[in-house]
C-alpha cells in the first residue's frame, strides 16, 4: 500500500511539471477576416507553436492575435479528405424509412480551463475541473460562420446524462457536456417520408446567446484545414472564460470531438467521439 501511494505522488508530480508550450497572442490593429483563407497578414507575423494530437497522429499548428475587443486563433492540420456529412439519412426501401449513415464531419476542438489553478484538461485528470469548448463543426456550425460554444464539467458528482469516467489515479469521475445558454446552430430533422436516397440530418440556421460567442470558419485545401476563431475578450457570459491581457490561460486542442467515446471502426471518422486534449499549452498576451 504505502508503494502504491509513493508511486502514485510520483506520478502527479511528474504531471504537475510537464512543460507547458506557450502560444503568444500578438496585438494588431489589422485583425484578420474570419473566413478560413488565412491569408491576412497578421498570420505571417505571429509566431506559431506546433502541438502534438496523440489520439489522431498529427500535429497541429496554432497562432495567436487579439486586438483591445476581440481575440483571434488560428488552427491548421493535415486531413487527407475533407468530411462535409455528419450522420446523414440513407433511406432504406425495404422498410421504408430512414437510418443514420456512417459519415461523421470534420471537428477540431479548443479546450480551456476555466480555473486560475493549474489544471489537468485529460479525460484521466486527478481532480475536478471545469472548461470552455469551442467546437467547430464542418456540418452543424462552419455553414453559418461559427464554433458551436459549449461548457465540460468533469467533476466526482454523478449527474443526469454524465459519463462515468475511471482518473489516472483510479478515482471514478463523470463527465458532463453542456451548450451554453441559447440557440444553436443546428437541429435534428425529422422526416418521416421519402424525398431522396441520402439526406441531411440536420436544418441549420444562425445561433444566438452565449451559444453564437464563437464566429469560425473553416477551408480545406490540398489535405490541410485552416479554421480560423474569434470571441471577445470578455462576453460578460458566465459559461465563457474571460481573458485579460497580462494573465496566462490554460487550455488544450483536440481534433476530435472529446466526448469519452471508444473508437467505433464501422465510422467514415473512426475516431470520432473519442477526442482527447494533448500536450498542456499556455495562452499568453504581448503588449
Not at 483563407?37 to 509566431?47: C, L, M, N, Y
Given at each position: 500500500?504505502?508503494?502504491?501511494?509513493?508511486?502514485?505522488?510520483?506520478?502527479?508530480?511528474?504531471?504537475?511539471?510537464?512543460?507547458?508550450?506557450?502560444?503568444?497572442?500578438?496585438?494588431?490593429?489589422?485583425?484578420?477576416?474570419?473566413?478560413?483563407?488565412?491569408?491576412?497578414?497578421?498570420?505571417?507575423?505571429?509566431?506559431p507553436i506546433k502541438t502534438r494530437d496523440a489520439v489522431a497522429g498529427i500535429d497541429i499548428a496554432l497562432h495567436a492575435c487579439h486586438d483591445a475587443e476581440n481575440i483571434y486563433?488560428?488552427?491548421?492540420?493535415?486531413?487527407?479528405?475533407?468530411?462535409?456529412?455528419?450522420?446523414?439519412?440513407?433511406?432504406?426501401?425495404?422498410?421504408?424509412?430512414?437510418?443514420?449513415?456512417?459519415?461523421?464531419?470534420?471537428?477540431?476542438?479548443?479546450?480551456?480551463?476555466?480555473?486560475?489553478?493549474?489544471?489537468?484538461?485529460?479525460?484521466?485528470?486527478?481532480?475536478?475541473?471545469?472548461?470552455?469548448?469551442?467546437?467547430?463543426?464542418?456540418?452543424?456550425?462552419?455553414?453559418?460562420?461559427?464554433?458551436?460554444?459549449?461548457?465540460?464539467?468533469?467533476?466526482?458528482?454523478?449527474?443526469?446524462?454524465?459519463?462515468p469516467i475511471i482518473s489516472k489515479t483510479g478515482s471514478r469521475f463523470y463527465l458532463l457536456r453542456r451548450g451554453d445558454s441559447g440557440k444553436s446552430a443546428y437541429r435534428n430533422?425529422?422526416?418521416?417520408?421519402?424525398?431522396?436516397?441520402?439526406?441531411?440530418?440536420?436544418?441549420?440556421?444562425?445561433?444566438?446567446?452565449?451559444?453564437?460567442?464563437?464566429?469560425?470558419?473553416?477551408?480545406?485545401?490540398?489535405?490541410?484545414?485552416?479554421?480560423?476563431?474569434?470571441?471577445?475578450?470578455?462576453?460578460?457570459?458566465?459559461?465563457?472564460?474571460?481573458?485579460?491581457?497580462?494573465?496566462?490561460?490554460?487550455?488544450?486542442?483536440?481534433?476530435?470531438?472529446?466526448?469519452?467515446?471508444?473508437?467505433?471502426?464501422?465510422?467514415?471518422?473512426?475516431?470520432?467521439?473519442?477526442?482527447?486534449?494533448?500536450?498542456?499549452?499556455?495562452?499568453?498576451?504581448?503588449?
Open positions: 500500500m504505502h508503494a502504491l501511494r509513493i508511486g502514485l505522488l510520483l506520478l502527479l508530480l511528474a504531471d504537475s511539471s510537464a512543460a507547458e508550450q506557450t502560444l503568444l497572442s500578438i496585438h494588431t490593429v489589422q485583425p484578420p477576416v474570419i473566413d478560413g483563407v488565412a491569408d491576412d497578414p497578421v498570420w505571417s507575423e505571429t509566431t486563433l488560428l488552427a491548421v492540420f493535415p486531413d487527407a479528405t475533407e468530411n462535409r456529412l455528419h450522420k446523414p439519412l440513407h433511406w432504406n426501401p425495404q422498410m421504408e424509412l430512414y437510418g443514420m449513415g456512417p459519415e461523421r464531419e470534420d471537428t477540431i476542438v479548443l479546450k480551456w480551463a476555466i480555473s486560475p489553478r493549474k489544471t489537468d484538461l485529460s479525460l484521466k485528470a486527478a481532480s475536478s475541473y471545469k472548461a470552455d469548448i469551442w467546437y467547430w463543426k464542418s456540418v452543424r456550425t462552419d455553414p453559418v460562420g461559427f464554433a458551436d460554444d459549449k461548457f465540460q464539467l468533469y467533476s466526482e458528482n454523478k449527474t443526469i446524462k454524465s459519463l430533422k425529422m422526416p418521416v417520408d421519402y424525398t431522396g436516397d441520402v439526406i441531411d440530418a440536420f436544418e441549420i440556421s444562425q445561433p444566438d446567446g452565449s451559444r453564437a460567442d464563437i464566429r469560425a470558419k473553416g477551408q480545406w485545401q490540398a489535405g490541410v484545414w485552416r479554421v480560423e476563431f474569434t470571441r471577445k475578450l470578455n462576453t460578460g457570459n458566465g459559461d465563457d472564460i474571460a481573458f485579460r491581457p497580462g494573465e496566462d490561460y490554460r487550455f488544450g486542442v483536440s481534433r476530435y470531438e472529446i466526448a469519452g467515446r471508444v473508437p467505433d471502426p464501422s465510422l467514415e471518422i473512426p475516431l470520432f467521439g473519442s477526442g482527447e486534449v494533448g500536450e498542456p499549452l499556455l495562452l499568453r498576451f504581448a503588449d
